[in-house]
Nanobody, 116 residues
Framework: QAQFVESGGGLVQAGGSLRLSCITS????????TGWYRQAPGKQRELVGH????????VYEDSVRGRFTIYRENAKNTVYLQMNNVKPEDTAVYYC?????????WGQGTQVTVSS
């Protein structure tokens, strides 16, 4: 199973930017798409978007489209989530995983808190 380690979270003001990183191990990283997910307090984990294994195709949920960008550096086994113009409703723990997600591969996530 692939393992994922997320980093880069923190406290940011509304309208600001943040870049999250996700480093993974496992050969499946180069085979399957990778997704970013988030879980806000009291809510279920949801998909933010995903990137194809080559990085050539991305898909985003409506709530982040135009503000967030997912890209990857396969040579570094790393996927990024560039978050621009963040909003208080983006506050959540952010995770990466394969897409569709593999149940046994969730990491600890990284907390993003957006202040108004």
């Amino acid at each position: 199973q692939a393992q994922f380690v997320e980093s880069g979270g923190g406290l940011v003001q509304a309208g600001g930017s943040l870049r999250l990183s996700c480093i993974t191990s496992g050969r499946t990283f180069l085979i399957f798409p990778t997704g970013w997910y988030r879980q806000a307090p009291g809510k279920q984990r949801e998909l933010v978007g995903h990137v194809s294994n080559t990085g050539g195709r991305t898909v985003y949920e409506d709530s982040v489209r135009g503000r967030f960008t997912i890209y990857r550096e396969n040579a570094k086994n790393t996927v990024y989530l560039q978050m621009n113009n963040v909003k208080p409703e983006d506050t959540a723990v952010y995770y990466c995983n394969m897409w569709p997600a593999e149940a046994g591969s969730w990491g600890q996530g990284t907390q993003v808190t957006v202040s108004s």
